[in-house]
Nanobody, 124 residues
Framework: QVQLVESGGGLVQAGGSLRLSCGAS????????MGWFRQAPGKEREFVAA?????TYADSVKGRFTISRDIAKNTVYLQMNSLKPEDTAVYYCAAGLTSRPVGTMTGVRDFGSWGQGTQVTVSS
């Protein structure tokens, strides 16, 4: 099972940017759909973005967030621009070993491996 470690979270003002990174080890990186989820206090974990050979985004982040991956580095990134206070959450990296299309991989149960999470706080 692949192991995931996130980094890059922090405190940023509204309108600012952050880039999250997720390093993977213990698996064949290119075989996985990689995803980002987030969980705000008192709320359920929600889908943000996913990537393999194509990408898909939650409507709430389209046009502001960009997911990408570097197969040589076994790393997936989430570039977050135009951040809003409502983007405040713990962000989790996830990996799913599947042949399903990326566009169908938007549920928590679709992913079998998770990182420990990194806090993103956007101040108004």
């Amino acid at each position: 099972q692949v192991q995931l470690v996130e980094s890059g979270g922090g405190l940023v003002q509204a309108g600012g940017s952050l880039r999250l990174s997720c390093g993977a080890s213990g698996g064949t990186f290119g075989s996985y759909v990689m995803g980002w989820f987030r969980q705000a206090p008192g709320k359920e974990r929600e889908f943000v973005a996913a990537i393999r050979w194509s990408v898909t985004y939650a409507d709430s982040v389209k046009g502001r967030f960009t997911i990408s991956r570097d197969i040589a580095k076994n790393t997936v990134y989430l570039q977050m621009n135009s951040l809003k206070p409502e983007d405040t959450a713990v962000y989790y990296c996830a990996a799913g070993l599947t042949s399903r299309p990326v566009g169908t991989m938007t549920g928590v149960r679709d992913f079998g491996s998770w990182g420990q999470g990194t806090q993103v706080t956007v101040s108004s």
